[in-house]
């Protein structure tokens, strides 16, 4: 019954921009930190960005900041990550994540691919 979908994954030169979109259903969005997440191959899954239940706060990898903003929609149960100036290093799947902000709970989505070339 939860899901979180995401969208907006593809192929870009350096230098482009992307946007992702996580659409959530199955539970109460705005109960929810929101993330994204990321994993290059062969390397760890990193925390590239955060949103607060209500978008009041964001936080950001020391690496994306600057580029990459995340934001959230609690109408359409949607949060979203603007990628700008992308970079061959940004090259990953992006997840989006789900943290609860009272229930112990947490989702993941099922990652779209982002590959920037040279």
């Known amino acids: 019954q939860v899901q979180l979908v995401e969208s907006g994954g593809g192929l870009v030169q350096a230098g482009g921009s992307l946007r992702l979109s996580c659409a959530a259903s199955?539970?109460?969005?705005?109960?929810?930190?929101m993330n994204w997440y990321r994993q290059a191959p062969g390397k760890e899954r990193e925390l590239v960005a955060t949103?607060?239940?209500?978008?009041?706060?964001?936080d950001y990898a020391d690496s994306v900041k600057g580029r990459f903003t995340i934001s959230r929609d609690n109408a359409k149960n949607t949060v979203y990550l603007q990628m700008n100036n992308l970079r061959p290093e940004d090259t990953a799947v992006y997840y989006c994540?789900?943290?609860?902000?009272?229930?112990?709970?947490?989702?993941w989505g099922q990652g779209t691919q982002v590959t920037v070339s040279s």
């Open positions: 199955g539970f109460t969005f705005s109960n929810y930190a």
């Open positions: 949103i607060t239940n209500v978008g009041g706060s964001t």
């Open positions: 994540n789900a943290q609860g902000s009272y229930a112990r709970r947490t989702y």
